[in-house]
């Protein structure tokens, strides 16, 4: 895979997965790796996605990744260096995803879904997550924004980043009371 064409965000699940098969001493970094470092991205579009989803699953999932995680076999000397063959099979199914999806680089999203076969697919259903659910958050979450840049993620919900919801904070009687505006109202 060709890593000018993947985003910034992308890159850095990528690096996390890596540094997580290290620390581990795993010799591949496999599926599950980049799973563990998609679900614990700060800002990401995967936790939006499983929310959407399934609210309250990603606590579940990240305890039952990394106990497969811990159950696979510790290579001394230098782990972390090789990707596994089900991760390469990840990345080229992401990076024909992004094409189908008419997008120019391949984004967490893109690699999210491409993990619904093998070992992280059924850890996923076994969680309650399909890949059609996912499909349907994605287009919640991402709208009919394409992925044109190297950082999609951050206009991503931009109106819940950057505004408030006055409707809502009214309902919760969390706004300060107005007064000498009674002309106005």
Same mark, same amino acid.
């Given at each position: 895979?060709?890593?000018?064409?993947l985003?910034?965000?992308?890159?850095?699940?990528?690096?996390?997965?890596?540094?997580?098969?290290?620390?581990?001493e795993?010799?591949?970094?496999?599926?599950?790796?980049?799973?563990?470092?998609?679900?614990?991205q700060?800002?990401?579009?995967?936790p939006?996605?499983?929310?959407?989803?399934?609210?309250g699953c990603?606590?579940?999932?990240?305890?039952?990744i990394?106990?497969?995680?811990?159950?696979k076999?510790?290579?001394?000397?230098?782990?972390?260096?090789?990707?596994?063959?089900e991760?390469?099979?990840?990345?080229?199914?992401?990076?024909?995803?992004?094409?189908e999806?008419?997008?120019?680089?391949?984004?967490?999203?893109?690699?999210?879904?491409?993990?619904?076969?093998?070992?992280?697919?059924?850890?996923?259903?076994?969680?309650?997550?399909t890949?059609d659910?996912?499909?349907? &958050?994605l $287009?919640?979450?991402?709208?009919?924004?394409? !992925?044109? +840049? @190297? %950082?999609? *993620?951050?206009?991503?919900?931009a109106l819940e980043?950057?505004?408030q919801?006055?409707? &809502?904070l $009214?309902?919760?009687?969390?706004l300060?009371p !107005?007064? +000498? @505006? %009674?002309? *106005?109202?």
């Open positions: 895979m060709n890593q000018e064409k985003t910034n965000k992308a890159m850095e699940a990528l690096g996390e997965a890596q540094s997580l098969a290290q620390s581990m795993h010799q591949n970094i496999e599926p599950l790796h980049l799973l563990s470092a998609l679900l614990k700060d800002g990401g579009v995967v939006a996605l499983l929310s959407g989803v399934k609210a990603e606590k579940a999932l990240a305890a039952e990394e106990s497969r995680l811990a159950a076999p510790k290579v001394k000397g230098e782990g972390g260096k090789y990707v596994s063959r991760l390469s099979q990840v990345f080229i199914d992401a990076e024909k995803l992004s094409k999806m008419q997008d120019e680089f391949v984004s967490c999203e893109h690699m999210f879904l491409s993990m619904f076969s093998g070992d992280t697919g059924e850890l996923l259903q076994k969680c309650g997550v890949a659910a996912a499909k349907k &958050a $287009a919640s979450v991402r709208g009919a924004s394409r !992925v044109t +840049d @190297r %950082d999609p *993620e951050g206009k991503y919900n980043k950057y505004g919801d006055l409707t &809502a $009214a309902a919760a009687g969390k300060d !107005v007064i +000498d @505006r %009674d002309e *106005e109202i």
